[in-house]
């Protein structure tokens, strides 16, 4: 037994590469331009839109873990319990979050993790939450609804 002599591979001809990198070309140029206008933010994301770890912390006050905590709902059954202890554990530290403990809640998600824990997180640079990816902040909508129909397109 050996490996197959033959080539399973599609080659794409040269001229649809090259039309398809002059598509994207024409599509930056467009976008370019109209971010320069001030219809669209800019197509590349530069580092100095990333905000600094001092203002996500400002942003994501810390609170006791008591205050989070919901009450109970009606008709739970036990098996509810399980899936509230497990939400009720920080990712970072994988320690339980005690009643006096105290948290910071995302803002898109509204995970809550130990202070001291999502401090050096955010720390790190880090911007999306440890557990589900989703950004620490809720953006802010800057662009209007031709921008946004723009994008969607594009």
Not at 26 to 47: K, M
Not at 98 to 127: K, M, Q, S
Request: aromatic share 6%.
């Amino acid at each position: 037994m050996g490996f197959p002599l033959v080539c399973y591979c599609v080659a794409i001809p040269k001229p649809v590469i090259a039309f398809c990198k002059l598509v994207a070309a024409v599509r930056d140029a467009f976008l370019l331009l109209l971010s320069l206008v001030g219809l669209c933010r800019s197509p590349r994301r530069s580092v100095d839109d990333a905000p600094l770890p001092e203002e996500v912390k400002e942003r994501l006050p810390a609170v006791e873990f008591s205050l989070l905590a919901r009450p109970a709902k009606q008709g739970c059954h036990d098996g509810d319990d399980d899936v509230a202890a497990a939400a009720a554990t920080c990712i970072v530290c994988l320690e339980r979050l005690r009643a006096a403990d105290e948290v910071r809640r995302l803002g898109n998600c509204a995970h809550a993790f130990h202070r001291g824990c999502i401090d050096g997180w955010i720390d790190l640079g880090r911007t999306t939450c440890p557990l589900c990816r989703s950004h620490l902040l809720p953006r802010a909508r800057r662009d209007g609804p031709l921008a946004s129909l723009l994008t969607r397109v594009w």
